[in-house]
């Protein structure tokens, strides 16, 4: 696993598998910025709060993911299973990364839901990330021509956590923890 396969990376679940792994829990500092972005008009419908938490580790990420490295080896490959009930599972994932869309029109503007998801063979794995845990500014691709966004299509492995099953369709709602480029 080296840092430049890297596309995504939860660091708030790796910091927590170092501390679990070295037995040290790498120092935090959180700062948080709030502002407000008030408009010409009457202010109490046109202002926009906002709010903004960073966390920075002593630990840098290369080497939490280096401490770790064995540990998450060890999670098992998915089964696939969609049947309604199951628990949630942390596992590996292997497939091919792009934007699912829901609505009336795909690859549309008009497309009600755009989402990241692997497809791997008969099943779909519809991702809940955050945005700020993806490297070289990977989100973007969310906001891309939708003309373009149908071809992304990506070889990945992906460590996740897998919430419920729709077997409906044939999906299951996953968080991921780190998704790296395959092959």
């Known amino acids: 696993m080296k840092y430049d ?3 995504y990376l939860d660091v708030d679940f790796l910091s927590e598998k170092y501390e679990e792994e070295t037995g040290v829990a790498p120092n935090t500092v959180i700062s948080k910025n709030e502002g407000m972005d008030a408009q010409a008009g009457i202010s109490f419908l046109k202002s ?3 709010s903004q938490v960073t966390k920075q580790f002593s630990a840098s990420n290369q080497v939490m993911l280096k ?3 064995k540990s998450l080896k060890q999670y098992p490959e998915a089964t696939h299973e969609i049947d309604v009930g199951l628990a949630p599972k942390n596992c590996w994932v292997e497939g091919k990364l792009s934007i699912g869309q829901w609505g009336d029109e795909k ?3 008009t497309a009600l839901n755009l989402f990241y998801e692997i497809e791997a063979g008969e099943i779909t ?3 809940l990330p955050q945005n700020e845990y993806f490297l070289a500014n990977l989100h973007a691709l969310e906001r891309i021509s ?3 966004q149908r071809y992304i299509n990506i070889p990945v492995k992906m460590l996740c956590k897998l919430l419920y099953p729709l077997p409906g369709i044939k999906t ?3 968080t991921p923890y780190v998704i790296l480029t395959n092959g």
């Open 172 to 174: 299951i709602v996953s």
């Open 125 to 127: 794995y519809s991702l």
């Open 67 to 69: 401490a770790t490295k």
């Open 5 to 7: 396969t890297l596309l």
């Open 146 to 148: 939708p003309a373009l």
């Open 107 to 109: 690859n549309s503007e």
């Open 48 to 50: 926009k709060l906002h």
